[in-house]
């Protein structure tokens, strides 16, 4: 079936240095990509999503990157600090909105690490 | 959390049990949504709903139904919980929009 994934599952950065956290997609389908940062203990939480119709987007500190051609998605994370450590999932919605709004494939999930 | 309350929040229940999970929210959002989580697999569609008394499938619904009665409270049960279904259950909701904001998950031992 179709799948997210993930090309690394751990990351260790120094505080300060940029994080890109990779993330490769199945469906070509897929409307919205987001990206989700996850303490321990805690839910899922929303970082930025990104329209396929886009290439690039920016938030607070971080960019969303689609690569239609190669079906790639990367999150990059500017001055990377100790409460950037988390795990962070990329997921995919596909289908034609409706009744499929929310409906996720998650990959498996990044370890980010901070170090100090 | 987005106004999203899940409870309980931890619970050790006996193999071929019943077990009800309730997800309640106050965003007033249409859409919600069930997932569990487990290492090796991350997060993956239990059940969703799109309004009230509207449910569908996901993608691992089998042993899961779930009760929309009203657009604040979702409800999901396990019939006769099995080993398998240990995990941390959580609730999403969404609008409009594709992304979902999450609740603080619930975790189910099942004994």
């Known amino acids: 079936g179709e799948s997210v994934g993930l090309h690394l599952p751990t990351l260790s950065v120094q505080e300060g240095d940029n994080s890109i956290i990779n993330c490769a997609y199945s469906n070509s389908a897929s409307d919205y990509f987001i990206w989700y940062k996850q303490e321990s203990g805690k839910g899922p939480q929303f970082i930025i999503d990104i329209r396929s119709n886009m290439d690039k987007r920016q938030g607070q500190r971080v960019t969303v990157l689609l690569n239609k051609t190669v079906k790639h998605l990367s999150l990059q994370i500017a001055a990377t600090q100790p409460g950037d450590s988390a795990v962070y999932f990329c997921a995919e919605n596909f289908g034609a909105g409706g009744t499929s709004y929310g409906k996720l494939t998650f990959g498996q999930g990044t370890i980010l690490t901070v170090h100090p | 959390d987005a106004g999203i309350t899940q409870s309980p929040r931890h619970k050790v229940t006996e193999t071929g049990t019943p077990v009800t999970l309730r997800c309640h929210q106050t965003e007033n959002h249409r859409y919600m949504y069930w997932y569990r989580q487990d290492p090796g697999h991350g997060l993956r569609l239990i059940h969703y709903s799109y309004g009230v008394k509207d449910t569908d499938k996901g993608e691992v619904s089998d042993g899961y139904s779930v009760s929309r009665s009203k657009t604040e409270d979702f409800l999901l049960t396990l019939e006769s919980a099995t080993s398998s279904q240990t995990s941390v259950y959580f609730c999403?909701?969404?609008?409009?929009?594709?992304?979902?904001?999450f609740g603080q998950g619930t975790r189910l031992t099942v004994v």
């Open positions: 999403a909701i969404s609008e409009v929009a594709a992304e979902a904001f």
